[in-house]
């Protein structure tokens, strides 16, 4: 095999190899390994009256001809279908507006989208029919040289290194090479240090939400406070947010409350009796394990479930775990009355609400 | 037919026939896993003569679990006080008469029509009040405000229900059902009293009209065209992963698998 | 360039198509020194098999996102600042949204094209990653990750994670209800990070969450900064492929030495550009009759709601199956919390996989001592404690990845909701248990099948009656072709000699001391394999060399009789059963 360019597909203009055949003379057959009996061609008799051409490496046409006008008519017609697919998809584009509402959306991604797979998958049928029928099989080998370069090469490449080293006074002078690292360090630090705006501390902000004592609990997205008479149906939950906090979502993430209202005497210790008012218990919605809001409530076993990875808490005792992945309960707001007779918070969560940080305690 | 034939040893035809069978099962699954149409349900105003005719059909088809004068049994709770809304919704979606206990009582055909229902509803509701079966006018979404609705059944029914209602699992074997064939009466019924594993939403924490807007968002978006094409259960990306590989990596595979394939030389 | 691949000038006329592709070649070549590099390349063999073509799925899908994607970023406005929408969906009038989410309701319902451009995108990620994985369990169960091409296999390993980064913000930016919790539980996951959780947190959302800046910062790093990183390591592993030769599976004349299949130009291309419009077709088609990601549906992002059939896409599915199955471990310290529930299930499934995947091919190299370039594939069942240890880490992945999906099958498949991260919970240890055990039983079993088959031929169905009345079945020899690729097994790693057994040989220093012990030892069980029989002629040959006078296999010249015992037979014949000769199929 030759090594100057590693392909040795050619067959040598002289004479045949030892050993084989005056079939095996044939241009297209490759020296080094027969193909197997279905690679074989019958062609090997009929091109032997070819004149002095050079000896190729691919042959012209494949061997099956009657076969491969049957198929350049059906690749023909794919690729017909394909034009007409891809003008489809044109006067689709045009013809079919959207902004109408849902069905002409529907009408016009249906159109759209099959012109377009139509055109696609017409040229791929095509294009695969052509390679298979059309073009003539082979099957070629080339060498591989080894990856690894030769002793010399890389005796080579170590002196040239080496001098070159030598030659830069970089490994003789060490002055040289500590202050250059010297010099490079700040610059290499500098980026991250630039990337320090990006957010402010975190400081305590995580402790702490917007509840305060007197801000009234209103419902979510109507923004009505609530007395417990209004909210007088055992088995019933909802979800608060703080008043005037509508549409702050920064605030709600961590804010968003549930109120539950139990029947006389299911609720019990650990829940903080003294912040329950009338039944109605207020837990945090922030699950404590990583921050999805959780108001699944199962109003006949009263348990929370969180639907994002099935934490799930006991409602009556303190929203302690029941199962799943969360390791602390979910941390009840203190509530009471005000003067007017409104559900409000008496003063923020005692404790951190939503996922656990390192800084908790 | 005689190309089929031709083929059949082909690799590829394992590969067909495997894929004609899926989509033969597909086909014939969607087929008879249509949805009905929902069913409406009347609700004119409860008489004594319905009040009569109700204690007769509760005794009939209710007493054995619920108790001869609805006060409850091992088997069934007290019916004193729910008021002819649950009664409504319990058996117009064929929950009730319950046919076998199980985690939940599951949707199915009712089996008493709709005068029944309303007769023994108003039965229930002679014992110990409750909430009463909603009017039409209450339940109608004529001119509701669907965004407050989408945003209202976000926030507090999603999380059981799915974004558009589509179901969702419960603990224990229990689960949120799916809306699709609850009528805007059921739908109403169902948050007023709280079937079930379902909390209670009565109407001054979700007033009338809030309840219509939900009630909108449900029924116009279960209805609505899915654009993208089939809406592949509107369950969010676990089917849609399941589509990508079976469907795309399927298909590019079996692709793959015939271009590459030899060549058999005829004759 | 000159024209050595047609016909020599003269023969057929120069036409004005052959003028300007001269013309062309010349005034490129006379720039740029093509002519033999370009030819070597289109000379090129690739070698044929329908596994190659699961890289170019994730190449083309690639590709398709790229164009997709532009056409995204015409209309798509990274903005959290918030609009109240009036537009063309009417279901959420009046509702609150981000500029973000307006905007990808624009784009769904208001410009044509679209929302099959949305889809074809989404498709695209999702078929994107699927091939990215089957291409590389491909790749490790035929293990052509081995020398020289360890380099792409790690390369491999970083495009698998910027992948899944690159879906993750990806369908982040619309802000809808299910992405915006994904990053709701990305921040939570962030918090429990000990020491710097918070700042990271804060740092990346620009404070609380959600804060205002996370859309515009995913932004860019989603259509700039991935992408870039993206097309520069695709561009270095189908270089080193091109460079190093693709792979061949096992054949007829082909070897370590050689790369047997079809040239570049013209067939390759075809092939591979056929292969493009089918990715594309197929994704077209997924566009329009598949529908994905519905944020019309979802809602826009709202901190106050959250949905049941909350799932991340498929990709991150194991983390989220993780998230699920881990129980409530926290430790509380000194006023410091160590979520133990959340820290585990992020970092240590994923860190374990992508660590292990990368020390693979030097881990196998150590045990198996096997130091030589490899460029013809094994076979699964040849390599038997690969396959086994690749099926047991499919397993374990297939697990958390269920799990990530548990209410989903607990509803649908009617299963209680805690049964299934119970099961889960066990499955995920004993799984791959399991499947490892099996696996490996399965591929000896086929290895010992191909050994007889290489032994005593094919059962042809044809009984001849024997002058002494003895019915026996004729069997035909294996053919060339598949004899090729039954004696693959020729290139499976040779078991490390253990050194001197005697007294005054000095033991191998790679296998001395603990380590080395430990090497001995993962060596056996990985070189544990059934051995061909040996001077296989046809039929009848075998009988004579294969066996010893007992029917006992003698197994490979020279390979230790410690092969007969580990792989369970204890001392009955490898090859089977006393069977009686078949005289036919010479």
Known sequence: MSSTDGYTGDVPPGGPEAGETEASRTPHRVIGTPPPAEERTLLGTTQSEAPARPPRELPADPDDLAGASRAEKIVAALFILAMLAGIGFIAAYIGLPVGTGVDAVLRSNLALGISMAVAFLALGVGAVIWVRRLMPDVELTEARKPLASSEADRKAFAETFREGAEASQFVKRPILRRTLIAATLPLVVAPIVLLRDMGPLPGTKLRYTVWRKGLRLVISDTGRPIKPADFDSPGGMITVIPEGFQDNDNALVKATVIIIKFEPGEIEYPTNKKWVVDNIVAYSKICTHVGCPVALYEQTTHHILCPCHQSTFDAPRGAQVLFGPANRPLPQLPMGVNSEGYLVALSDFKVPVGPAFWERG | MSWIIARRRRPVAGYAVVLLGLIAVGAIYAAFSAQGNPASASSPAASQRDTTLGRQLFVQNCSSCHGFMAQGTNTGPSLIGVGAAAVNFQVSTGRMPLKEIDAEAPRKPPVLNPTQTREIAAYIASLGGGPAIPAPEQVSTKGADVGLGQEMFSTNCAQCHNFVGAGGALTQGKYAPALTQSTPTQIYEAMLTGPEAMPVFNDTTITPSEKRDIIAYVTETRSSPNPGGFSLGRIGPVTEGLVGWIGGIGALVLLAVWITAKRRVQG | ?586
């Open chain 3, 1 to 586: 360039m000159t024209s050595t691949n047609e016909a020599p000038a003269g023969t057929a006329g120069e036409g004005p198509v052959e003028k300007v592709l001269e013309g062309t070649g010349t005034f490129l070549d006379d720039r740029l020194h093509a002519a033999k590099g370009t030819r070597t390349l289109l000379k090129k063999v690739f070698p044929d098999h329908w596994t190659f073509l699961l890289g170019e799925i994730a190449l083309y899908s690639f590709i398709i996102l790229l164009l997709t994607g532009t056409f995204l970023t015409l209309f798509f406005k990274p903005s959290m600042s918030p609009v109240t929408y009036h537009g063309t969906y009417v279901r959420l009038d009046g509702v609150r949204m981000s500029e973000a989410y307006a905007s990808t309701l624009n784009i769904s319902f208001d410009i044509r094209g679209g929302l099959l451009m949305r889809q074809i995108h989404h498709w695209a990620a999702d078929l994107f990653m699927a091939a990215i994985f089957v291409h590389m369990i491909r790749i490790f169960f035929t293990g052509a990750y081995r020398k020289p091409r360890e380099l792409n296999w790690l390369i491999g390993i970083v495009l698998f994670t910027l992948g899944m980064l690159e879906g993750l913000f990806g369908y982040s930016l619309p802000d809808d209800l299910l992405s915006g919790a994904g990053l709701r539980i990305l921040e939570g996951v962030l918090l429990g990070i000990p020491i710097v959780g918070t700042y990271l947190s804060f740092f990346l959302f620009g404070g609380q969450f959600p804060g205002n800046d996370i859309v515009p910062r995913l932004y860019i790093i989603h259509v700039l900064l991935i992408p870039g990183l993206l097309l520069a390591l695709i561009t270095a592993h189908l270089f080193l492929m091109f460079h190093q030769k693709h792979t061949q599976m096992p054949g007829k004349g082909r070897t370590d030495k050689n790369v047997v299949g079809q040239p570049l130009y013209p067939y390759f291309m075809a092939k591979t550009g056929a292969f493009f419009f089918f990715v594309f077709g197929v994704l077209a088609l997924l566009g329009c009759l598949a529908q994905i990601n519905p944020v019309w549906l979802y809602g826009p992002y709202n901190p106050v709601a959250m949905s049941s059939d909350s799932q991340p896409d498929f990709y991150m599915g194991m983390l989220e199956g993780a998230l699920r199955i881990f129980p409530n471990w926290a430790w509380n310290i000194a006023g410091h919390t160590i979520s133990w529930n959340v820290l585990i299930p992020a970092l240590v499934p994923l860190g374990l996989l992508f660590t292990g995947a990368a020390l693979w091919p030097f881990l196998e190299r150590w045990i198996t001592g096997d130091q030589r370039e490899h460029h013809v594939n094994d076979r699964p069942r040849n390599a038997a404690t690969r396959t086994a240890i690749g099926i047991a880490v499919i397993t374990w992945y297939g697990v958390m990845w269920l799990e990530g999906a548990n209410d989903v099958i607990a509803e649908h498949f009617d299963i209680s909701l805690y049964t299934t991260t119970e099961i889960a919970r066990y499955a995920v240890f004993i799984g791959p248990v399991i499947a490892y055990i099996l696996t490996k039983r399965i591929c000896l079993g086929l290895q010992r099948k191909d050994a007889q088959t290489l032994l005593h031929g094919y059962e042809t169905g044809i009984i001849q009656m024997r002058p002494n009345g003895e019915y026996v079945e004729l069997h035909a020899p294996v053919p060339e072709e598949e004899r090729a690729e039954l004696e693959a097994r020729m290139t499976a790693p040779v078991p490390l000699e253990a050194g001197a057994q005697g007294e005054d040989s000095v033991p191998d220093p790679a296998l001395r001391g603990p380590v080395g012990k430990l090497r001995l030892a993962l060596n056996r069980v990985v070189t544990e394999s059934v051995p061909l029989p040996v001077g296989n002629g046809h039929g009848t040959n075998g009988h004579g060399n294969g066996h010893d006078g007992n029917g006992h296999g003698t197994g490979v010249a020279g390979e230790p009789e410690r092969a007969a015992v580990t792989s369970g037979e204890g001392g009955k014949t490898l090859l089977g059963h006393d069977d009686p000769e078949d005289p036919g199929g010479h």
